[in-house]
């Protein structure tokens, strides 16, 4: 188990060019511990960050797109396994924090918490590669390969919650951002 | 004038005059068997199909921050199906989600709003609750102006519905 700003900041240090779409509380940390013109937390509704990473994959194939995606936000969209899949990009890599509960709503457990192999889920739908990082030290081990390895890849990380954040939600729906992002993106 | 008053190849024409070249596509009673068979054989056109219609929306998002027009291809079920992301993504969002909804059910040049099928029924009324832009397409004559349509939304970073009423042949 990893403290989740952790993980994110042990990615943050790897990072190059890559676009992020984050969702949830992870998009707040992200926000924090790695402003980023190309920090795309413009989800709008629950279960939808996975989709909007395809749409930017499939829009820009010459750039890496990271999603931080969350459990109870992919059960609410399985389906973009096998949309994502079918579209294979190569582009794309899905990372899954896994805490097994609705954190940003009231930490109630997910369905199934703990007990579902959802690298397994992302392996049948025809992701290309899989895995599955219990810890810090394997998720910085592993990063290089990750960020290298054609898509689409899938990774659950197991988080939990580490440093609270303040949050900032016009901040991850703003306009003004977004544009900063379109901006961004199409001189880069 | 055409034998049939609706004809594919106008909703395809007003596609490409708009600069779409994303069809993300759930497949529609209404329109799979002439529009959307004929979008995935036409090499101008990358057809994304999805497995739910809210993945459409955001898909059709990510790809208008990547710089790409798209159109977003459904039933009208589908569509009272992903309100939720309409609403967040598209309506709030501000994202130019320009859905094209196969109104399945509808009598032949009879208004949607009093059609006798429910779910047609309502969806005009839905789409102006949510302050959607919409236009109903029954003939070439309103599919040509599917492209100003389209490009309304994208100049104004609105959604915007094109409501098709009858099978496109």
Known sequence: ????????????????????????????????????DLNYTFVGAMGQGSSHALGLALGRPDKKVVVFDGDGSLLMNLGSLVTIANQAPKNYIHCLCENGCYETNGSVPTPRSGQIRFAELAKTAGYRKTYEIG???????????????????FVTLKVEPGEAYPENFPRLYSLEYREKFRQKLAAS | MPDYPLTAAAIKNQFKRAGIHFVVALPDRVTSHYLLKGLIADPE????QVCKEDEGVSICSGLYAAGHK??????????????????????????????????????????????????VKIIEPILDVMGIEHRLVER??????????????????????????????
């Not at chain 2, 309506?91 to 320009?98: D, I």
């Not at chain 2, 599917?146 to 042949?169: C, D, H, N, Q, Y």
């Open chain 1, 135 to 153: 810890d810090l030290a394997e998720w910085e081990r592993e990063l290089p390969n990750i960020l290298n390895s054609e898509g689409p890849v």
């Open chain 1, 1 to 36: 188990m990893m403290k989740r700003d952790e993980m994110l900041k042990a990615f943050a240090r790897q990072r190059t060019d890559e676009i992020v779409v984050a969702v949830y509380t992870a998009a707040q940390e992200l926000t924090h511990i790695q402003p980023n």
């Open chain 2, 70 to 119: 798209s159109v977003f291809m459904m039933q009208y079920t589908g569509f009272l199906d992903s309100i939720n992301a309409i609403r967040g993504v598209a309506v709030e969002g501000h994202f130019p989600v320009c859905m094209v909804v196969g109104l399945l059910g509808k009598e032949p040049d009879v208004a949607p709003t009093q059609s006798k099928k429910y779910g």
């Open chain 2, 140 to 169: 070439d004559a309103d599919a040509n102006q599917i492209g100003a349509v389209i490009e309304k939304s994208f100049a104004t970073s609105s959604p915007s519905a094109i409501l098709i009423g009858r099978e496109p042949r």
């Open chain 2, 45 to 48: 056109f990358k057809v994304v």
